[in-house]
């Protein structure tokens, strides 16, 4: 199969969707398919270049060009309307690759859409950007129970600000509801997602996230990292510095113990909002942009992982490689994370938002080492299925299943 992938972010900007339309592409094209993947340019990378057999074209917007429009200068993200520098270029790429099967990601469809024509066009759902213009579906820090008008004006102006706010709510219901038409199949990453986004039965197919089958082969930690952990066990959480990410509830949890080991944080700073990380807590330390092998011989050397989320977390990627490598995750009862862990068994499912329940959790697995030594191996059972040789034949039997379709007609 001819595969075009689109993705607003690719490596080596950092991020699980970054590593997940990576593997994809690299995954697909080593059994035997033909990939491209079409990604937005950002500044010193190259506009064309081939990695593990995958053709990668790095394509620019108008709208990229636009510097107040970002907060991030190095995440020029998607708009939610095409762009018109993203369609021309795409459409070049796209007469030149003649793909069968276009997959998108993100709001980078809708500057594909113009080009789906005849061919099969699939949209894999990573968050909640399908109905929420802020793509957490959180109203006032909580859970939101849905979007209507007055409650996603505020939110999208009070996000992005009143003269971005109100153009991009509107921009994304009206990309909405022509995706609904054009795409051929929703592949929400679980199916919190799919409920969140409101999509209807039989538009979609649930197919989660998933790591390499290797994810557990770590190797040895750098110097210039190691140099960084704790020397003795220590606890650890991965991911972006937002309260969204429940960092806050942790270090609230943290305060909670009697004498603890280090707790460890390994992320980035983001501008959704945020945590404070300078003024912590006696214990915890704070190490910013590591690249990903360094992440996992962290992971190895921790005793404890958490993914305390307060938000709807869609299908995430870091339990699943602390659970790789034989960790106990602690993570919150929401979202996709409750099809990750096993609670009571690969670890514990804790309220989201409740400190209390998230400190009693860790004091739990400190006091038993046998405990966390079970629930290690248990994970790195469970994990399998959340690994590449179970999850990419679900994508190639979807990509075969629309182009027998097409064939029928």
Same mark, same amino acid.
């Given at each position: 199969?001819?595969?075009?992938?689109?993705?607003?972010?690719?490596?080596?900007?950092?991020?699980?969707?970054?590593?997940?339309?990576?593997?994809?592409?690299?995954?697909?094209?080593?059994?035997?398919?033909?990939?491209?993947?079409?990604?937005?340019?950002?500044?010193?990378?190259?506009?064309?270049?081939?990695?593990?057999?995958?053709?990668?074209?790095?394509?620019?917007?108008?709208?990229?060009?636009?510097?107040?429009?970002?907060?991030?200068?190095?995440?020029?993200?998607?708009?939610?309307?095409?762009?018109?520098?993203?369609?021309?270029?795409?459409?070049?790429?796209?007469?030149?690759?003649?793909?069968?099967?276009?997959?998108?990601?993100?709001?980078?469809?809708?500057?594909?859409?113009?080009?789906?024509?005849?061919?099969?066009?699939?949209?894999?759902?990573?968050?909640?950007?399908?109905?929420?213009?802020?793509?957490?579906?959180?109203?006032?820090?909580?859970?939101?129970?849905?979007?209507?008008?007055?409650?996603?004006?505020?939110?999208?102006?009070?996000?992005?600000?009143?003269?971005?706010?109100?153009?991009?709510?509107?921009?994304?219901?009206?990309?909405?509801?022509?995706?609904?038409?054009?795409?051929?199949?929703?592949?929400?990453?679980?199916?919190?997602?799919?409920?969140?986004?409101?999509?209807?039965?039989?538009?979609?197919?649930?197919?989660?996230?998933?790591?390499?089958?290797?994810?557990?082969?770590?190797?040895?930690?750098?110097?210039?990292?190691?140099?960084?952990?704790?020397?003795?066990?220590?606890?650890?959480?991965?991911?972006?510095?937002?309260?969204?990410?429940?960092?806050?509830? #942790?270090?609230? /949890?943290?305060? %909670? @113990?009697?004498?603890? !080991?280090? $707790?460890?944080?390994?992320?980035?700073? =983001?501008?959704?909002?945020?945590?404070?990380?300078?003024?912590?807590?006696?214990?915890?330390?704070?190490?910013?942009?590591?690249?990903?092998?360094?992440?996992?011989?962290?992971?190895?050397?921790?005793?404890?992982?958490?993914?305390?989320?307060?938000?709807?977390?869609?299908?995430?990627?870091?339990?699943?490689?602390?659970?790789?490598?034989?960790?106990?995750?602690?993570?919150?009862?929401?979202?996709?994370?409750?099809?990750?862990?096993?609670?009571?068994?690969?670890?514990?499912?804790?309220?989201?938002?409740?400190?209390?329940? #998230?400190?009693? /959790?860790?004091? %739990? @697995?400190?006091?038993? !080492?046998? $405990?966390?030594?079970?629930?290690?191996? =248990?994970?790195?059972?469970?994990?399998?299925?959340?690994?590449?040789?179970?999850?990419?034949?679900?994508?190639?039997?979807?990509?075969?299943?629309?182009?027998?379709?097409?064939?029928?007609?």
């Amino acid at each position: 199969m001819n595969i075009l992938i689109a993705t607003q972010f690719y490596p080596p900007l950092i991020g699980g969707e970054e590593r997940f339309t990576h593997n994809l592409s690299r995954l697909l094209a080593g059994r035997g398919h033909d990939v491209s993947v079409v990604t937005i340019h950002q500044t010193g990378l190259p506009e064309h270049e081939t990695q593990n057999g995958v053709t990668i074209y790095r394509v620019k917007g108008f709208t990229q060009q636009l510097k107040w429009l970002y907060s991030d200068d190095s995440r020029r993200a998607a708009t939610p309307f095409p762009d018109p520098g993203l369609v021309r270029e795409m459409g070049a790429i796209i007469d030149k690759v003649q793909p069968d099967i276009l997959h998108a990601h993100n709001w980078i469809i809708h500057s594909l859409l113009p080009h789906k024509k005849h061919r099969k066009l699939i949209l894999t759902l990573h968050d909640y950007g399908f109905v929420c213009a802020t793509k957490k579906l959180l109203y006032h820090d909580e859970v939101c129970s849905g979007p209507a008008l007055t409650k996603c004006l505020a939110c999208s102006v009070g996000h992005y600000g009143f003269a971005k706010g109100i153009p991009t709510l509107t921009a994304n219901w009206v990309m909405s509801a022509w995706e609904r038409r054009a795409v051929d199949m929703f592949v929400p990453v679980s199916q919190a997602v799919a409920d969140g986004n409101r999509l209807k039965e039989g538009t979609y197919q649930v197919i989660p996230n998933f790591v390499p089958d290797t994810v557990g082969d770590v190797p040895t930690l750098e110097k210039q990292y190691a140099d960084q952990l704790p020397t003795e066990p220590f606890l650890l959480f991965v991911g972006a510095f937002g309260r969204y990410k429940g960092v806050d509830v #942790l270090i609230e /949890a943290y305060k %909670r @113990l009697d004498n603890p !080991p280090p $707790l460890v944080l390994i992320g980035y700073d =983001t501008s959704e909002h945020p945590v404070e990380t300078q003024s912590l807590p006696s214990g915890v330390s704070v190490l910013r942009n590591w690249p990903h092998d360094a992440v996992m011989g962290a992971w190895k050397r921790c005793m404890i992982g958490y993914a305390p989320s307060v938000w709807n977390e869609p299908c995430a990627t870091v339990p699943m490689e602390a659970m790789a490598v034989g960790k106990p995750v602690i993570a919150t009862r929401i979202g996709g994370l409750t099809d990750i862990v096993a609670d009571g068994e690969s670890g514990y499912l804790v309220t989201p938002g409740n400190s209390t329940e #998230l400190a009693a /959790a860790t004091a %739990r @697995l400190l006091a038993d !080492p046998a $405990l966390r030594e079970k629930m290690g191996e =248990t994970g790195r059972i469970r994990v399998q299925r959340f690994q590449e040789s179970a999850v990419i034949p679900q994508y190639e039997r979807l990509y075969a299943d629309l182009l027998n379709q097409t064939r029928s007609v």
